[in-house]
């Protein structure tokens, strides 16, 4: 069973980062996988902590890091000021980014302590996260000595199926390719009242319509995208057959530069690459269509977590 990290801020009082905490890790166990959810204070992210202990919030699968406290947990220290880097070097001792990478590295263990130290462990970063760890100010750390890869595999089955799950209006306009397409319609025919596909260029996927067509009587509208034209310049609305009817949006493009303002009301899109782009685009495009991915199913799952 893969592990995955989600990588989040703090942003008040009810994440379950307190005052003059760093962060503190949460874990949701799945059927398939285990989600450990580590959420970055306020003073982790912007000026460096104070070195104060911290009580266990209670609960094994609920723990406030200290490193006074337990082996399994710790506190990472980071220091903006160089000048202090360079005064400590100049006497010998431990700089700070040395001790904040050691910290790290208890840290992770804590980690894979959590995890049962079964299967891989991956990172996810909420929004632009990643772009804040990895930037000037703390990369030196963080890059150095973060483990845990960032996670791609989003197209899984399991993410898949759960994206399914919000896809409420009966028709769909699919965008793109995945082999679990089928799998995904069979689950779904009763309702379905029509389906419109459209493939970045020919794939042949005749025996899948015709399956569709003699077992359910669906009649799949197949469609190519024009020459010279690709997902970023594609208008979803333009290729709906019924204007105004709700439709669920498959979305395999992989194409964070897309738009579906002006879908029907009601309208669902279901990015399966969960692209953090795509989700501000769309969002911000209007009140007709409802965003989702796999990355705010974990965001819900977090919030639904007892502090």
Same mark, same amino acid.
């Given at each position: 069973?893969?592990?995955?990290?989600?990588?989040?801020?703090?942003?008040?009082?009810?994440?379950?980062?307190?005052?003059?905490?760093?962060?503190?890790?949460?874990?949701?166990?799945?059927?398939?996988?285990?989600?450990?959810?580590?959420?970055?204070?306020?003073?982790?992210?912007?000026?460096?902590?104070?070195?104060?202990?911290?009580?266990?919030?209670?609960?094994?699968?609920?723990?406030?890091?200290?490193?006074?406290?337990?082996?399994?947990?710790?506190?990472?220290?980071?220091?903006?000021?160089?000048?202090?880097?360079?005064?400590?070097?100049?006497?010998?001792?431990?700089?700070?980014?040395?001790?904040?990478? +050691?910290?790290?590295?208890?840290?992770?263990?804590?980690?894979?302590?959590?995890?049962?130290?079964?299967?891989?462990?991956?990172?996810?970063?909420?929004?632009?996260?990643?772009?804040?760890?990895?930037?000037? +100010?703390?990369?030196?750390?963080?890059?150095?000595?973060?483990?845990?890869?960032?996670?791609?595999?989003?197209?899984?089955?399991?993410?898949?199926? +759960?994206?399914?799950?919000?896809?409420?209006?009966?028709?769909?306009?699919?965008?793109?390719?995945?082999?679990?397409?089928?799998?995904?319609?069979?689950?779904?025919?009763?309702?379905?009242?029509?389906?419109?596909?459209? =493939?970045?260029?020919?794939?042949?996927?005749?025996?899948?319509?015709?399956?569709?067509?003699?077992?359910?009587?669906?009649?799949?509208?197949? +469609?190519?995208?024009?020459?010279?034209?690709?997902?970023?310049?594609?208008?979803?609305?333009?290729?709906?057959?019924?204007?105004?009817?709700?439709?669920?949006?498959?979305?395999?493009?992989?194409?964070?530069?897309?738009?579906?303002?002006?879908?029907?009301?009601?309208?669902?899109?279901?990015?399966?690459?969960?692209?953090?782009?795509?989700?501000?685009?769309? =969002?911000?495009?209007?009140?007709?269509?409802?965003?989702?991915?796999?990355?705010?199913?974990?965001?819900?799952?977090?919030?639904?977590?007892?502090?």
């Amino acid at each position: 069973m893969d592990t995955l990290v989600y990588i989040y801020r703090n942003r008040g009082k009810d994440t379950g980062v307190g005052k003059g905490q760093l962060f503190r890790l949460k874990k949701l166990t799945t059927e398939k996988r285990c989600i450990i959810y580590l959420g970055l204070g306020r003073e982790f992210l912007q000026n460096g902590p104070k070195k104060e202990p911290v009580q266990n919030a209670g609960g094994q699968d609920d723990i406030a890091v200290s490193l006074k406290e337990r082996k399994i947990t710790c506190v990472i220290k980071f220091w903006k000021r160089r000048k202090r880097i360079a005064e400590l070097a100049e006497k010998g001792e431990e700089s700070p980014e040395k001790e904040a990478e +050691r910290e790290l590295l208890e840290l992770q263990s804590a980690i894979r302590f959590l995890a049962d130290e079964i299967g891989e462990v991956y990172s996810v970063y909420e929004d632009s996260l990643e772009e804040m760890l990895l930037g000037e +100010r703390l990369n030196s750390v963080w890059s150095k000595v973060w483990q845990f890869p960032k996670y791609e595999e989003w197209r899984e089955p399991e993410w898949m199926d +759960r994206l399914m799950d919000a896809a409420t209006c009966n028709s769909f306009l699919i965008l793109g390719y995945h082999e679990y397409i089928g799998t995904l319609l069979k689950k779904r025919v009763r309702r379905i009242k029509s389906v419109v596909w459209m =493939l970045p260029a020919y794939i042949d996927v005749d025996d899948l319509l015709e399956y569709f067509a003699v077992e359910y009587g669906l009649v799949i509208e197949l +469609r190519v995208l024009p020459e010279g034209t690709d997902w970023m310049r594609m208008r979803p609305e333009s290729i709906r057959t019924r204007e105004q009817e709700p439709v669920n949006v498959l979305d395999f493009s992989g194409e964070p530069r897309m738009n579906g303002g002006n879908l029907p009301p009601g309208s669902v899109w279901l990015d399966m690459d969960s692209i953090p782009d795509k989700q501000r685009r769309i =969002l911000k495009s209007g009140g007709n269509v409802t965003y989702f991915s796999a990355r705010m199913w974990m965001e819900a799952k977090k919030n639904s977590l007892k502090s």
